[in-house]
């Protein structure tokens, strides 16, 4: 098994400029999530989906768009990127919610907007 | 939204000192996690617990629903326990809307 896996794992990209965060999982997990992590921060949920079709909003939405089209994947899209989205972003999944389930986490993407 | 406080932030012990770590959170929740991660990135799920007390290996995780409260032990630490140590709860409480996270505990154990 291959777990959470993610893509690209380093990224630079200029202001204005979008892109997406690719996250894909080979357990057959219903639940998934994306957080970003900055430093004196600790990571922070931005979208989460407890299935295909099902999206919303987590604590630090702006700037970032998701869909789940699939139970596998769960693409994070930056529509204009800013140098603020600068940051660690963590894609992870579990079989249900948080409650009572171990979760997985993919091994993190660096993102640098300049 | 579930309130998560860690401490200490830092620790640098011996090795072979016995480490805790502790976590108060703001909501009642179901389920509380602990996560291990490395310097490079990658985190790790150590414990998930809902009552009492886990064990696994050198690591011991208890949790006291009714006082909001966990703690990360660590026995016999090691060089290789050198780590941030990351409590997390579900963000509302109920569990189906993500975690919320403590701002970690980064430990170092010295040879």
């Known amino acids: 098994n291959a777990g959470v896996t993610q893509t690209p794992k380093f990224q630079v990209l200029k202001t204005g400029q979008s892109m997406t965060l690719q996250c894909a999982q080979d357990?057959?997990?219903?639940?998934m999530s994306w957080y970003r992590q900055d430093p004196g921060m600790g990571l922070r949920l931005i979208h989460y989906?407890?299935?295909?079709?099902?999206?919303d909003q987590g604590e630090v939405p702006n700037g970032y768009n998701v869909s789940r089209s699939t139970t596998e994947d769960f693409p994070l899209r930056l529509l204009s990127a800013a140098p603020s989205q600068t940051s660690v972003y963590f894609c992870?999944?579990?079989?249900?919610?948080?409650?009572?389930?171990?979760?997985?986490f993919g091994e993190g993407s660096w993102l640098t907007v300049v | 939204k579930n309130e998560v406080e860690q401490s200490p932030q830092n620790l640098t012990a011996q090795e072979g000192e016995f480490i805790t770590i502790n976590c108060s959170y703001s909501v009642g929740i179901s389920a509380l996690h602990w996560l291990q991660q490395h310097p490079g990135g990658g985190i790790v799920s150590l414990f998930m617990l809902s009552s009492g007390k886990k064990k696994h290996g050198r690591l011991i995780a208890t949790i006291n629903i009714q006082e909001k409260h966990s703690s990360l032990h660590i026995t016999a630490s090691h060089p290789r326990d050198s780590a941030v140590y990351i409590c997390a709860v579900p963000y509302s409480g109920g569990g189906a809307d993500g975690l919320t996270f403590g701002k970690g505990t980064h430990l170092i154990i010295q040879p």
């Open positions: 989906s407890v299935g295909a079709g099902i999206t």
């Open positions: 357990m057959n997990h219903e639940y």
């Open positions: 992870a999944s579990s079989y249900m919610g948080s409650s009572g389930n171990t979760i997985y």
